[in-house]
């Protein structure tokens, strides 16, 4: 038994699991992630706002304000070496009245505080003069340098695949139903197994108290908050060349126009509080409200150049901070809940934070010698000529272009299938090489990667699924039933 | 770095009967490049018969209409390249293309053909609300996935968007056993063809929702429910008209849109109405030696049209090739208008003076209507009147403006529906 004893058990396969393996699989430890989904990221991981807040928002002395301004920094780093999508674009917070002015200067004292770098306040000719698209009765604004644009759901899988090339084990479709406190160890009772560990770190986000509550008394609730967006297609996506804010309010940082890393514009989000932790359907009222909201940023969005509406729920506690340490009742389960916005900034930084935690809870372990700190990721469309032209002769997958918006060549759709935590499904396939992701959503492509991930994977054509369990995309074999009857 | 003569972008029906046309008018260095395994476009997915009544007076399938073309290519010496993708190009004609065995390569051509084709309108661009499972195709999507790959989709259908293919699916999907519970349609006429109503919906008994559309989608791994609603003349749902079905498939087909991203690239000017390039009425676009032809230029409803009109812009690329690749007189064109009724004029602009028998224009009428009156005007005086019995949005019309009719004729056509009722 003591063998197969995990000394941590990662619970959740979002940006904070994923952050927290990455942290932990450096040091000679035998780590598990437990995921309910048949990927990693997939839940609000994979629905946000895409943003690297700078950290003028939260308030000085906050775990959120700690986490932010640090991981802000590590995103940066992780990002150049894990060859994720980011772009450091800087962000601006529009002012639009006197109330709007006191609130950005109020903000960049608070930066200032928790130790933003280059924040400026900016001039209504300053503010339009960087972003020349804007309503021309902005008042001024709060230009925060460091702010960014990353790709979530790629840096998510970025930092498993790295964990799971040093040794850390996942273990996807496992949603966890039971956890018992032995006296030195937890037993996790999954779908599929019993999994034995010394500690865990809970990072189930919109299910952390749920979770919590399995091992003993959970002194925290979730409350998801909902948010909705659309993702307008790359003709709109220089409408602007940072990331548009409008003030915070009570519920959140508001609805913000921005340009994404693949070079769309995102537009978004609304807030539902208490929302269903599986409802994350987009609503007509919702989406009206976040393109009402938005054209006090700016009215030239073209909602006919819409490729995708969707929503996600933010993991709001009944707490003001992030929720980050012991359980009262065990040393041994860290929670790591209630990771609201800036939580995917603050993610790299928990999970460096989580790491020692568990070193402090007694969990000492030494830093391995060998540890694998790269990821090579190759996409096509970002490559110079003559990248091109040598990877296609080394690999002709790399001159059949499959998706045509985005220019997705069956080269890189292979590099996924054939990653350390290799997608099944259409979407998995999408998060990790971008096919489906254009104008067409699909449209041309999702016939050739669904040939391709069933061939390459040997599932039956009909048994592949687009995302979750239960998404089958065909019915029925045609092939094989007798057309002579 | 390779040189050709003409390079025709895409070797679908438009692709194919422009560049035999050119061919046949004595341009020998001819390239198709296209980006699928092989010629035919997107008829190879379409089945059904009724392809070619105009153009070869009998009812062909997609396949064999095609095949008519590529056929005749074995007679010329037009290189085809298959599987190559066209990745960018400029106003000088030069094409960067990837393909697996040459790689990343430039075509260097004299004159270019557009013949890119179209793509389907999918939920973003309508803003369709709900859950996003499968079981949610564009029509043409699962129309590859039943006809090319030979997998049936689902079996409890709704149909938003009645649009030919959306027809054509709902009777596709009848007879390989789905049971299609509705055809739902925004506006309040069909798109399609009368003749896809009749074969594809009444014959099989399937219902038509006139001003109706999808209002909510459930279904967070598979699709479930689909809910429709009625919607009032601002296209605004009405509350309390809300039909529901228990679905597992939802085929979108709300239109369809020209694939310009290549041209806009290349600056090649785009009208808004048509989503197509501005053509002249030799297909050339306002850049020199690019002309555009077939569902990249505007949406078709018939194949044998698209031929006509891209054998006419193969036959005068060859003409400006054969003339030195001379810049276009222009000077004196007269800009072509839509009038009352009409949303919009292909081509767009035309110089008289060369017109031999007649000018062609063809165009989209907003409304269907009985007895009416096609009405031409040179700035404000009649020149020429066509009478129709019945004008519909979802069938492209035509007329040809006799060249007596446009003597002393400039400044602005105007082509308005009158008489409507």
Redesign the interface.
């Known amino acids: 038994m003591v063998c197969d004893m995990y000394d941590v058990a990662i619970i959740g396969a979002g940006i904070c699991g994923a952050s927290a393996a990455y942290f932990l699989a450096q040091r000679k430890l035998k780590i598990c992630v437990i995921e309910k989904e048949n990927d990693v990221a997939m839940g609000t991981t994979k629905a946000n706002s895409a943003i690297v807040h700078a950290g003028y928002d939260p308030k000085p002395g906050t775990l959120m304000a700690r986490f932010n301004v640090r991981g802000a920094a590590l995103i940066k780093e992780l990002a150049a070496k894990l060859s994720v999508p980011y772009q450091q674009i800087g962000s601006l917070v529009l002012a639009f009245d006197d109330a709007d002015l006191k609130l950005i200067h109020k903000l960049y004292e608070r930066g200032v505080q928790n130790g933003v770098p280059g924040l400026q306040i900016l001039s209504a000719e300053e503010t339009l003069a960087k972003e020349p698209n804007l309503n021309p009765t902005v008042q001024g604004s709060l230009y925060a340098p460091t702010a960014g644009i990353v790709a979530p759901w790629e840096l998510c899988i970025a930092l498993c695949e790295v964990a799971a090339q040093n040794g850390c084990e996942f273990k996807l479709d496992s949603e966890v139903t039971a956890i018992e406190n032995r006296q030195d160890h937890f037993v996790i009772t999954t779908v599929n197994e019993k999994i034995e560990a010394k500690y865990i770190v809970n990072a189930a986000g919109v299910f952390a108290d749920k979770i919590c509550a399995m091992a003993g008394e959970c002194d925290f609730t979730i409350h998801p908050s909902k948010g909705q967006y659309y993702?307008l297609d790359k003709?709109q996506g220089d409408l602007v060349r940072h990331v548009v804010f409008q003030c915070p309010t009570a519920l959140g940082k508001g609805v913000l126009v921005s340009p994404t890393v693949e070079g769309n514009l995102i537009v978004g989000p609304n807030a539902e509080l208490d929302n269903q932790r599986?409802d994350?359907?987009?609503?007509?009222a919702?989406?009206d409200y976040v393109a009402a909201t938005a054209a006090k940023t700016t009215t030239k969005i073209n909602?006919?150049?819409?490729?995708?509406?969707?929503s996600g729920l933010r993991a709001v506690s009944d707490k003001d901070d992030f929720i980050i340490g012991p359980a009262a009742f065990s040393p041994r389960f860290i929670n790591v809940a209630g990771i609201k916005s800036p939580g995917l900034t603050a993610a790299p930084a928990i999970g460096e934070y989580v790491a020692e935690l568990l070193e402090n809870s007694g969990l000492k372990a030494e830093k391995k010698e060998s540890y694998i700190d790269i990821r090579k990721h190759i996409v096509f469309n970002r490559l110079t000529?003559e990248e091109?032209?040598k990877l296609?002769?080394e690999n002709?997958?790399y001159?059949?272009?499959i998706c045509?918006c985005n220019?997705v060549?069956e080269g890189e759709i292979l590099q996924a299938l054939r990653s350390p935590l290799p997608p099944r499904t259409l979407d998995g396939v999408k998060r990790r090489a971008g096919t489906g992701m254009g104008?067409?959503?699909?449209?041309?492509c999702?016939?050739r990667v669904?040939?391709i991930i069933s061939r390459e994977l040997g599932i039956p054509?009909?048994a592949v699924?687009?995302?979750?369990?239960?998404?089958?995309?065909?019915?029925?074999?045609?092939?094989k039933e007798d057309r002579n009857v | 770095m390779f040189e050709y003569d003409l390079a025709v972008i895409g070797g679908g029906p438009a692709g194919l009967a422009a560049a035999l046309s050119a061919y046949e008018n004595g341009i020998q260095k001819i390239v198709i490049l296209e980006?699928d395994v092989e010629l035919g476009g997107i008829l190879n997915q379409c089945i059904h018969n009724g392809f070619g009544l105009h153009r070869f007076g009998e009812e062909l399938t997609g396949p064999e209409y095609a095949q008519r073309f590529i056929d005749r290519l074995k007679d010329t010496a037009i290189t085809v390249m298959l599987?190559t993708?066209v990745?960018e190009l400029t106003s000088d004609k030069t094409i960067t293309c990837?393909?697996?065995?040459?790689?990343?390569f430039t075509i260097s051509a004299k004159a270019v053909i557009l013949a890119m084709g179209c793509?389907?309108r999918?939920?973003?661009?309508i803003?369709?609300?709900?859950?996003?499972?499968?079981?949610i195709f564009?029509a043409?999507?699962a129309q590859?996935?039943?006809n090319?790959?030979?997998?049936?989709?689902?079996?409890r259908v709704v149909i938003l968007g009645s649009g030919d293919i959306g027809l054509i699916m709902a009777r596709r999907m009848t007879l390989?056993g789905a049971k299609v519970l509705a055809v739902a349609e925004i506006m309040p006429h069909s798109n399609g063809l009368n003749r896809n109503i009749v074969q594809c919906l009444n014959d099989f008994g399937i219902p038509l929702y006139l001003s109706h559309t999808v209002?909510e989608?459930?279904g967070?791994?598979?699709l479930e429910k689909v809910v429709i609603s009625q919607v009032d003349s601002n296209f605004k749902?009405i509350p309390g008209t809300e039909k529901e079905f228990e679905c597992?498939t939802l085929l979108l087909s709300v239109g369809l849109i020209p694939e310009n991203e290549l041209s806009?690239k290349a600056g090649v000017p785009i009208d808004p109405r048509t989503n197509g390039a501005v053509v002249y009425d030799d297909m050339q676009t306002e850049t020199d030696g690019i002309f555009a032809c077939g569902n990249v230029l505007h949406v078709h409803d018939l194949v044998d049209f698209v031929s006509a009109e891209s054998e006419k812009a193969g036959r005068n690329a060859a003409e400006y090739i054969k003339n030195g690749c001379k810049p276009t007189d222009k000077t004196g064109a007269v800009v072509i208008q839509n009038g009352n009724g009409v949303s919009y004029t292909v081509p767009q602009k035309a110089v008289l003076s060369r017109v031999e028998k007649g000018l062609e224009i063809f165009f989209r009428v907003r409304q269907k209507s009985e007895k009416s009156v096609i009405e031409v005007k040179n700035n404000d005086r009649v020149i020429a009147a066509f009478k129709r019995d019945f004008l519909a949005p979802g069938e492209m019309e035509k007329i040809t403006i006799p060249k007596k009719l446009l003597e002393g004729c400039e400044g602005t056509i105007t082509v308005s529906v009158g008489g409507a009722k």
Do not use: W
């Open positions: 993702l003709n599986d994350v359907a987009t609503t007509r919702g989406l909602y006919r150049e819409n490729v995708r509406n969707f000529a091109k032209k296609i002769k002709p997958a001159g059949n272009v045509r220019t060549t104008r067409c959503q699909g449209g041309f999702s016939p669904h040939e054509f009909e699924e687009l995302d979750r369990k239960g998404s089958r995309i065909v019915i029925r074999d045609m092939n | 980006r599987g993708m990745l990837v393909n697996k065995t040459e790689g990343l793509r389907e999918n939920r973003g661009p803003g369709m609300p709900g859950d996003r499972g499968s079981g564009s043409g999507c590859r996935y039943i090319i790959d030979g997998y049936m989709v689902g079996s390989e209002t989608v459930v967070r791994s598979r749902p597992d806009r």
